[in-house]
């Protein structure tokens, strides 16, 4: 895919950063009162001081957005966040084509069952040194979500996805993932067009990567991509920012 030049968070946005927007704004700040799947951690606008680095979740598609606008930046397009994850050799996974449990927090890895802090698990950053792109907390994009008929099937097999994840294994979708991305280097199709985009409207918003309530590790991929009503909130769910950079560029 063919990208202008853009930077993107190295982080995913904290609740200490949060706060400040809420307090500059009056933005009302993350509900988390009907949380179900971890616990609380918002009360108002207080929050535990050990909780200040940990994503923020429980913000809706549209909280992302005005948060973005607050700061002078924008929510990723899926391409954008794909490329960052996937790094410049097309890994599967941010740090190579093998699920790691030491380099990523989700469910499967044993850890607690909620988020970590946003620099953890620096075993795992991409090779544009984003962290925690494959778990801790799936991430909103801008693009509204349609089916991508030419990404390849995950099966979804309790034995294939529960197996340990072997790179050199070329019976494993991590493979065919693998060569997915060699083909579509080496197609012969027209030039894809400059920054691709998701359609131009729709009912749900794309939410890309793992995060620490998943158990399978096919989850933390950076092929994940999930779909969520604008106005959902979950206790999973958070959000990065990205922004241009010189207009001239390519990424």
Partial sequence: MLLSAYWIGVYAVTNAQYLRFVEATGHPPPDHSELRAAP??????????????????????????????????????EAQWEKAACGPRGLSFPWGNACDATRVRYHGSRGSHTTCPVSGYPLGVSGYWTYNQSGNVEEWCADWYALDPDAPEIPDDENARDQDVDADNADHPADEIDEWWEDQSESTDPPRPLDPQGPNQGATRVARGGSWNNLSPEYPRCSNRCDYHPTV???????????????????
């Fill in 233 to 251: 909130c979950r206790g999973y769910l958070g959000f990065r920012l990205v922004k241009p950079a010189a207009p001239s560029g390519r990424s």
């Fill in 40 to 77: 609380a951690v918002w009360q108002g606008r207080r929050f535990p001081a050990d909780k200040a680095d940990h994503p923020v979740v429980c913000v809706s598609w549209h909280d992302a957005l005005a948060y973005a606008h607050w700061a002078g930046c924008q929510l990723p397009t």
